[in-house]
Each structure stands twice: as C-alpha cells, then as structure tokens.
C-alpha cells in the first residue's frame, strides 16, 4: 500500500483458478471507489483487480471496528 496525492496505490497478488497460478494486480482506490487497475491477465477491469479492492475494503473495515471498540 502506497498513499499517492491523488488516492491509494495497492498491488497484490491474487489466486488465478487456472494453471497461471497468480496475477499482479495493482489499483488505485480514492475517496473508497477504484478509479484504475492494472493486471497481469491483461485486463484493465478484471475479477482479479476486483478481488483485490474487496480485500482492500474489508481490510479497511476491520481496522475501523478495531479502533471504534
């Protein structure tokens, strides 16, 4: 995770259900909404890019819970 001036860079990999096995993803969250991605299947809207700003999100979530109790 990367603060960027105009939003959040996150890049991960995520599980591929083929024999690829992974993907790299990378998106740019601003203000909670996903603006851009890019991934290594060569899509720019992927499941993988999706997959990765869920876990982001919950992530995001699960600290805000903790830090509320």
Same mark, same amino acid.
């Given at each position: 995770?990367?603060?960027?001036?105009?939003?959040?860079?996150?890049?991960? @990999?995520? %599980?591929?259900?083929?024999?690829?096995?992974?993907?790299k993803?990378?998106?740019?969250?601003? #203000?909670?909404?996903? *603006?851009?991605?890019?991934?290594?299947?060569?899509?720019? @809207?992927? %499941?993988?890019?999706?997959?990765?700003?869920?876990?982001?999100?919950?992530?995001?979530?699960? #600290?805000?819970?903790? *830090?509320?109790?």
């Amino acid at each position: 995770m990367k603060d960027a001036p105009e939003g959040r860079i996150i890049e991960g @990999l995520v %599980p591929a259900k083929c024999i690829v096995g992974f993907h790299k993803v990378r998106i740019k969250v601003t #203000n909670s909404k996903m *603006v851009e991605s890019e991934c290594s299947c060569g899509s720019t @809207l992927c %499941p993988h890019a999706v997959k990765l700003y869920l876990f982001y999100m919950a992530h995001v979530k699960r #600290n805000e819970n903790s *830090v509320k109790r």
